[in-house]
């Protein structure tokens, strides 16, 4: 399996509160991303990372921002959580954006109360 | 048109069945085609890439049609261990953001 590992696993927050989640790999991979997956909707793209520093939106970005100070590191914040953030995050590596296999970490299960 | 339709089944077969699915897709600049494994509250997992001349893996069988834009998956003498959902997942082509496409996935259950 690829050396990703996502933190927390699971959290449960309040509406308004600041959430993070982390993602730490030992691939070495250039491309990290978040994606979120909810019923009826599969997976989205979140925000990406093309290297330390370097990110950019996805398809579902609003309410979401995203760090990378480190090449192992992929941060993402939930600046305000709301309720229509409930879901499973999955961050995902590759070691480049076309062609390439995109491994996944295990998930994050957010629950905003 | 969705950019990436699969049909959510579930597909409910018995063991030793043989089973097919079908997945669409809209950019016809689309350069590489995958499908993917999902078990239950588990990460997707590469079943395997799909190439133009198709190719086969043990029971597993992908096939690409470019003209028609699909892309097929065939499962022979299924297990109940490959009970799970198939997402269908196409590489964007063109563009700055070139992300990959995922279909919401088939769901199939193998019973004994």
């Known amino acids: 399996d690829a050396g990703i590992t996502q933190s927390p696993r699971h959290k449960v927050t309040e509406t308004g509160t600041p959430v993070t989640l982390r993602c730490h790999q030992t691939e070495n991979h250039r491309y990290m991303y978040w994606y979120r997956q909810d019923p009826g909707h599969g997976l989205r793209l979140i925000h990406y990372?093309?290297?330390?520093?370097?990110?950019d939106k996805g398809e579902v970005s609003d309410g979401y921002s995203v760090s990378r100070s480190k090449t192992e590191d992929f941060l993402l914040t939930l600046e305000s959580a709301t309720s229509s953030q409930t879901s499973v995050y999955f961050c995902?590596?590759?070691?480049?954006?076309?062609?390439?296999?995109?491994?996944f970490g295990e998930g994050s299960w957010l629950t905003v109360v | 048109r969705k950019e990436v339709e699969q049909d959510p089944g579930p597909f409910n077969v018995p063991e030793g069945a043989t089973v097919a699915f079908n997945c669409t897709y809209s950019?016809?600049?689309?350069?590489?085609f995958f499908w993917y494994r999902q078990d239950c509250r588990k990460e997707p997992k590469l079943l395997m890439s799909?190439?133009?001349s198709g190719n086969e893996d043990g029971r597993f069988t992908a096939q690409l049609n470019r003209a028609s834009q699909y892309i097929s998956l065939l499962i022979r003498d299924s297990k109940l261990s490959d009970s799970a959902t198939y997402l269908c997942?196409?590489?964007?082509?063109?563009?700055?953001?070139?992300?990959?496409?995922f279909g919401k996935g088939t769901k199939l259950s193998v019973k004994p």
């Open positions: 799909v190439y133009s």
């Open positions: 990372s093309y290297g330390v520093k370097d990110t």
């Open positions: 995902a590596i590759s070691e480049s954006r076309r062609g390439n296999t995109i491994y």
């Open positions: 997942v196409v590489h964007g082509g063109g563009g700055s953001q070139g992300n990959l496409i």
């Open positions: 950019n016809s600049a689309s350069q590489s």
